[in-house]
């Protein structure tokens, strides 16, 4: 039986990873793969909506997490999973560690109650939790990924936050990397567009071909 392959990709806001997020996508389809790219908070026609409320509307640190979580849930059932079980590659623009790093580490809300919605909303029916099989981290300086936005687009809620919310997201990836080290691929995201898309093409070249695709 084919098994698709699920891979995210993170980081703060400014960290470059939209940009790769396509070569990715041709490199799968290269090695036969088909290809579903999402996104989150998105993905669905309900959990668009659910974007559009969470990413410019200022409410409760709870209430924020539980529709970062409803979204999810509706995009997992909908989308994410009936791809993996056609065996293919899903591709997803951020997915739960968006919401230990923003809501856990950003907002400093309890890491706990996250854990609790995650092994509620990623449950599978025999009992084991949906997780990435591949994460691709962004990581960069706080100070670094600023000055690219700065020049950028008209900023949402969260790029609006200043350096050092910023800081504390960085640290939320860091304990997520560190809670599930096997998942996850560091990618110094302050190197050239190049040499972030040659190392990015090789972690999930290598990935792909472990998993004998
Ligand atoms: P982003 O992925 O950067 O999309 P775009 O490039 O189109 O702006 O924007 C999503 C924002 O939502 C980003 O600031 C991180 C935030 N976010 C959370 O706070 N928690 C989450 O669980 C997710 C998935 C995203």
């Excluded at 908070?41 to 668009?48: H, K, L, M, Q």
């Excluded at 989308?79 to 899903?90: H, K, M, S």
């Amino acid at each position: 039986m084919t098994r698709g392959t699920f891979i995210t990709f993170e980081g703060i806001d400014g960290a470059g990873k939209s940009t790769h997020i396509e070569r990715v996508a041709q490199l799968c389809r290269e090695a036969g793969r088909a290809v579903v790219r999402t996104r989150e908070p998105g993905g669905t026609p309900v959990s668009e909506k659910l974007r559009e409320l969470v990413l410019h509307e200022p409410m409760d640190a709870l209430t924020e997490a539980l529709l970062m979580f409803a979204a999810r849930r509706e995009h997992l059932v909908q989308v994410i999973e009936p791809a993996l079980a056609r065996g293919d590659v899903v591709l997803c623009d951020r997915f739960t560690d968006a919401t230990f790093a923003y809501q856990g580490g950003g907002r400093g809300f309890d890491w706990q109650v996250l854990a609790q919605l995650e092994s509620m909303v990623q449950a599978l029916p025999d009992g084991a939790l949906r997780q990435p099989d591949l994460t691709v981290w962004f990581d960069l300086d706080p100070h670094i990924a600023a000055e690219r936005l700065a020049s950028a687009r008209v900023p949402d809620k969260f790029e609006s936050q200043p350096a050092d919310f910023f800081a504390a997201v960085r640290a939320g990836y860091a304990k997520r990397q560190a809670e599930m080290p096997d998942r996850f691929a560091r990618i110094d995201a302050a190197q050239s567009m190049d040499a972030v898309g040659a190392n990015v093409s090789r972690v999930v070249g290598a990935w792909l071909g472990r998993d004998g695709a």
